[in-house]
T-cell receptor, first 107, second 114 residues
Framework: GQQVQQSPASLVLQEGENAELQCNFSTSLNSMQWFYQRPGGSLVSLFYNPSGTKHSGRLTSTTVIKERRSSLHISSSQTTDSGTYLCAPPGYQNFYFGKGTSLTVIP | DTTVKQNPRYKLARVGKPVNLICSQTMNHDTMYWYQKKPNQAPKLLLFYYDKILNREADTFEKFQSSRPNNSFCSLYIGSAGLEYSAMYLC?????????????FGEGSRLIVV
């Protein structure tokens, strides 16, 4: 089945710093979805990105399908960005999740 | 409305007792999923319905049951809860399965088994 690797596993930033989160997957797919999970909460979709680069505020997602990777860039981090970021490449009828990157932004 | 709703939000259960979690969506999505999420672990797919067809993961086949009486509702049933069932249970839905479609999650049902 699909293997999804996320890096780093955890990250601590000073407020205002940038972050680059990586997601690598083992088999060919045609899209990638990024989610944010606030501490103790549910998952909120950040991006559905078939390929290329998408922007949403301070977030940028870049997916290169042929290289089986996707990244999430967070610029000018804020304390409210703290939480877990998960990537999930969709399969035919299922979504496969990585373990996530735990981000802590300190003031 | 892109809301997936789950009930209850919190559930305290005794070991050996049954647990029933409910999920609903009004987006007319074909597929509804149940995931189990524990701290520092990836969300684990338990089962999903594509229309009326139930697909259960092999390693959780006997532990979880589900029903989908209509397109909008899906339940997750644990016949006899064990301590290892303590987790966040996430319901999600998408249109026509995974490929090319966005996944929408509910707020989750946090189950604590004592």
């Amino acid at each position: 089945g699909q293997q999804v690797q996320q890096s780093p596993a955890s990250l601590v930033l000073q407020e205002g710093e940038n972050a680059e989160l990586q997601c690598n997957f083992s088999t060919s797919l045609n899209s990638m979805q990024w989610f944010y999970q606030r501490p103790g909460g549910s998952l909120v979709s950040l991006f559905y990105n078939p390929s290329g680069t998408k922007h949403s505020g301070r977030l940028t997602s870049t997916t290169v399908i042929k290289e089986r990777r996707s990244s999430l860039h967070i610029s000018s981090s804020q304390t409210t960005d703290s939480g877990t970021y998960l990537c999930a490449p969709p399969g035919y009828q299922n979504f496969y999740f990585g373990k996530g990157t735990s981000l802590t932004v300190i003031p | 409305d892109t809301t997936v709703k789950q009930n209850p939000r919190y559930k305290l259960a005794r070991v050996g007792k049954p647990v029933n979690l409910i999920c609903s969506q009004t987006m007319n999505h074909d597929t509804m999923y149940w995931y189990q999420k524990k701290p520092n672990q990836a969300p684990k797919l338990l089962l999903f319905y594509y229309d009326k067809i139930l697909n259960r993961e092999a390693d959780t086949f006997e532990k979880f049951q589900s029903s989908r009486p209509n397109n909008s509702f899906c339940s997750l049933y644990i016949g006899s809860a064990g301590l290892e069932y303590s987790a966040m249970y996430l319901c999600a839905s998408s249109r026509a399965g995974g490929s090319g479609n966005t996944l929408y999650f509910g707020e989750g049902s946090r189950l604590i088994v004592v």
